[in-house]
Nanobody, 115 residues
């Protein structure tokens, strides 16, 4: 059974940076597109970034373009989300996903941006 485990969340001041990691196991990681979602209190879950399984293409939500970078290391079965210039509105629980809405989900990691 596939499993995703996120890490790297925490409290950071506005303008700061965090790097989230998501370690995968139990499935062929390199065959799956990987995504980061986030959900803020009282809001719907939104797609933040996507990394294709082949070709290496990436896509980002408009709200994070130029600030966030998704990357993956297939040798380590890990996907990353580098978050720079963080804003209070980036505060949310961040989830990694493999295989779309009906695929594998991690447990989430809290990111809080506050002074």
């Amino acid at each position: 059974q596939g499993q995703l485990v996120e890490s790297g969340g925490g409290l950071v001041q506005p303008g700061g940076s965090l790097r989230l990691s998501c370690a995968a196991s139990g499935f062929t990681f390199s065959s799956y597109a990987m995504r980061w979602y986030r959900q803020a209190p009282g809001k719907e879950r939104e797609l933040v970034a996507h990394f294709s399984s082949a070709g290496g293409s990436t896509n980002y939500a408009d709200s994070v373009k130029g600030r966030f970078t998704i990357s993956r290391d297939n040798a380590k079965n890990t996907v990353y989300l580098q978050m720079n210039s963080l804003k209070p509105e980036d505060t949310a629980v961040y989830y990694c996903n493999a295989g779309g809405l009906l695929g594998y989900w991690g447990q989430g990691t809290q990111v809080t941006v506050s002074s």
